[in-house]
């Protein structure tokens, strides 16, 4: 119990902080959306370039491209950073915006839907390459 300009607070200095400072995750944190977003720049540029390059081919030719082995590498990079950026930055948000028991929930719930999507754009593209 400490008081302060005249009232008593009735939590400790540790209960009014906890969950509202640095869990030494952050600066990992930073750094990972960083590298992200900075791996993504060339995968977005050749990804765009290599969809604008097959406007109108067909379903056989594009399986036919999604089969090149660097076709296949590059692009389960762009889907697995991709995700895990949207994931990372989805975080961030809902820390920013959101309060009270839904946050955690939430975060959980953006988390386990990219890593389905990403597991699940991950195999469809393996079964095309391999």
Request: hydrophobic letters at 55%; glycine letters at 6%; a positive charge.
């Amino acid at each position: 119990m400490t008081e302060q300009h005249g009232t008593v607070r009735l939590q400790s200095s540790l209960a009014r902080v906890r969950g509202m400072g640095s869990a030494k995750g952050g600066t990992h944190h930073w750094w990972m959306q960083r590298v992200t977003s900075i791996a993504l720049l060339p995968l977005t540029i050749w990804f765009v370039f290599a969809v604008a390059g097959h406007t109108g081919s067909t379903h056989a030719e594009m399986v036919t491209w999604m089969a090149r082995p660097l076709n296949a590498v590059l692009l389960l990079s762009f889907v697995l950073i991709s995700f895990h950026h949207a994931a990372a930055g989805m975080q961030v948000i809902i820390e920013d915006y959101v309060r009270g028991e839904m946050r955690m929930f939430l975060i959980l719930a953006v988390k386990a839907a990219c890593w389905i999507l990403a597991l699940v754009s991950a195999l469809a593209v393996l079964r095309i390459a391999i």
